[in-house]
């Protein structure tokens, strides 16, 4: 597919991020998703992808020295299936390219509803560079595994996190085991 010009820029309007959450409330399930004005200034930030100048989609990411942690990734329904999300994903891990990216994509278990296109969201990313890192997270009721474009050091990203519990984050961490082409929770004590 031929993107005709495709482009990350970094918003700093509260404004202009509320806009984008219309493309985020189509993507994500409510209970999943966040306003992403709520992530403009401090250690996150938000990311408008644009097509031919029209804005298709939002990354709202947390970045440390050593860590990103890209945590909505929301692509135009219209624009998804046509290289868009390839496009921006690459362009963002190109932005800082010797620090690992870190993502949570739902669990796919072979027992969720939605099996198929949760595995379809893993293997997008693992065809991006990312790989398994045998971690997983809990949050708002729903099972993540965490995948990362290098080594994931477990404990630093669970501390890097934990800035956000005062916020009403607060996951739980778990060891993920591969079952054939499908994943699974194996549960550790709760922090």
Known sequence: MYIYFMELIRVTDKKEAEELGKIGREAFPPEEYISPERFIGGDTAVYKITES?????????????????????????DKRGRGTGSAALKAFIGLRPSVPVVVDSELAEKSADNYAQRLRRRNFYLGLGFSPTGKGMAYNGVSFELLCTGRLNAEKFAARLEMYRAMGFSPEYFDVAFIGDGVERCDLPKR
Request: glycine share 8%; with cysteine.
């Open 53 to 77: 100048g029209q804005a298709c989609g939002y990354m709202c990411a947390a970045l440390y020295d050593d860590l990103t942690y890209l945590f909505f990734f929301a692509v135009a329904a």
